[in-house]
T-cell receptor, first 113, second 112 residues
Framework: QQQVKQSPQSLIVQKGGISIINCAYENTAFDYFPWYQQFPGKGPALLIAIRPDVSEKKEGRFTISFNKSAKQFSLHIMDSQPGDSATYFCAGQWGGGADGLTFGKGTHLIIQP | DTGVSQDPRHKITKRGQNVTFRCDPISEHNRLYWYRQTLGQGPEFLTYFQNEAQLEKSRLLSDRFSAERPKGSFSTLEIQRTEQGDSAMYLC??????????FGPGTRLTVL
């Protein structure tokens, strides 16, 4: 059972555009939702995270929008740059942390110059 | 370097051999996690330590896998009698408290 569904699988955006990646979760016990960025051959790097008591969180060019009733959340990358080209993973976790993160399958993002 | 470190970065072994990986978490992080990542997939949780206690194991962690964190600092993951299906990236992450896991660079395992 895939508990976090991520879309699209791949995404091509022009430089300066907005990149949008969506995730839906099934486990209502999740109460922490991070996004990770991964470059080839590297480990995932924590980008931004949100708790369900807020509907939006912004850090620089990265924004998470969260819809608790729909069990959906999304990552928006504003003014996308070629250096943002990477694979992005959303994840969910129970706040107690004992079960680890449940990741989506990832989105391969390409920013065209 | 104050990040999570893993050793070795790459390991090639023959089927049936045993392998051991090491993870050094961020200093003073009390929680340590192991994940496995195959090509084109997100990381999958394997096991979790709080200090030296192993508190959770995924059903993905078969009897051939064992993990330790003897002094609550570094951790080792051993795979016995490796199989070709074990080929993957093995990732370690650490956190201070329940939230905010920071990952290491991973160990790429290839089983021939």
């Amino acid at each position: 059972q895939q508990q976090v569904k991520q879309s699209p699988q791949s995404l091509i955006v022009q430089k300066g555009g907005i990149s949008i990646i969506n995730c839906a979760y099934e486990n209502t016990a999740f109460d922490y939702f991070p996004w990770y960025q991964q470059f080839p051959g590297k480990g995932p790097a924590l980008l931004i995270a949100i708790r369900p008591d807020v509907s939006e969180k912004k850090e620089g060019r990265f924004t998470i929008s969260f819809n608790k009733s729909a069990k959906q959340f999304s990552l928006h990358i504003m003014d996308s740059q070629p250096g943002d080209s990477a694979t992005y993973f959303c994840a969910g976790q129970w706040g107690g942390g004992a079960d680890g993160l449940t990741f989506g399958k990832g989105t391969h993002l390409i920013i065209q110059p | 370097d104050t990040g999570v470190s893993q050793d070795p970065r790459h390991k090639i072994t023959k089927r049936g051999q045993n392998v051991t990986f090491r993870c050094d978490p961020i200093s003073e992080h009390n929680r340590l996690y192991w994940y496995r990542q195959t090509l084109g997939q997100g990381p999958e949780f394997l096991t979790y330590f709080q200090n030296e206690a192993q508190l959770e194991k995924s059903r993905l962690l078969s009897d051939r896998f064992s993990a330790e964190r003897p002094k609550g600092s570094f951790s080792t993951l051993e795979i016995q009698r490796t199989e070709q299906g074990d080929s993957a990236m093995y990732l370690c992450a650490s956190s201070l408290g329940a939230l905010g896991q920071f990952f290491g660079p991973g160990t790429r395992l290839t089983v021939l």
